[in-house]
């Protein structure tokens, strides 16, 4: 089956821009995750989709972030305007039950925020 | 709340000897753990997984976990290490509400 796909791969944009990445999940994988990887830490959730519903966004940095998935199938991160800690691998994963199950990661697009 | 701790940021072994990455989790409940291997330029992709029975569990590339409540670990190991296994390896732990909360990794670097 074909992987989680991500857009672009790589991004420099100047702060105060704005930057959108793009995620189309494994066919059928009901839920979505963006996660956050700043260079020597570990993923942080961004925000959880279940379909087209959000189930968690308490991690997201709404005054400056956003999200949607609306047909409950591609999703849309947005960030405006950028900052510089914004700099960091933004990772889409997607999952047919749910994290119990485990999830398949997207290959990531590297944001560098100057 | 839940957390992951991986208390080692950096590991160096040699080619053919063996590994293990420690893990520690707080969880209120029966955890559901995980192992992922993330390689340069890479998403991170699924070792291995517990959720309930044997607290031994078998993962690809021959990496095995040993869960074990009483010490709230969750340790990867490999017998003999490959220059390919050179990576960054992240435990994970799971609840019931579909969340997930990785550690800050540990990176592997093996040496011929």
């Known amino acids: 089956e074909a992987g989680v796909a991500q857009s672009p791969r790589y991004k420099i944009i100047e702060k105060r821009q704005s930057v959108a990445f ?3 999940p494994i066919s059928g994988h009901a839920t979505l995750y963006w996660y956050q990887q700043i260079l020597g830490q570990g ?9 087209n519903g959000v189930v968690d966004d308490s991690q997201l940095p709404k005054d400056r972030f956003s999200a949607e998935r609306l047909k409950g199938v591609d999703s849309t991160l947005k960030i405006q305007p950028a900052k510089l800690e914004d700099s960091a691998v933004y990772l889409c994963a997607s999952s ?3 994290a119990l199950y485990g999830y398949t990661f997207g290959s990531g697009t590297r944001l560098t925020v100057v | 709340a839940q957390s992951v701790t991986q208390p080692d940021i950096h590991i160096t072994v040699s080619e053919g000897a063996s590994l293990e990455l420690r893990c520690n989790y ?5 955890p ?5 291997v993330q390689s340069p330029g890479q998403g991170l992709q699924l070792l291995l997984k517990y959720f309930s029975g044997d607290t031994l569990v078998q993962g690809i590339k021959g990496f095995e976990a040993e ?11 490999k017998p003999s290490v490959h220059w390919s296994d050179a990576a960054e390896y992240f435990c994970a732990v799971g609840s019931t ?6 550690g800050t990794g540990t990176s592997l670097t093996v040496i011929p």
């Open chain 1, 22 to 24: 793009w995620c189309n």
């Open chain 1, 43 to 51: 993923p942080k959730l961004l925000i959880q989709f279940q379909n």
């Open chain 1, 96 to 98: 047919l039950q749910g």
């Open chain 2, 26 to 30: 707080s969880y209120g409940a029966t």
């Open chain 2, 32 to 36: 559901y753990l995980f192992w992922y």
């Open chain 2, 67 to 77: 869960f074990k409540r009483s010490q709230s670990s969750f340790n990867l190991r």
């Open chain 2, 97 to 102: 509400g579909n969340q997930f909360y990785f």
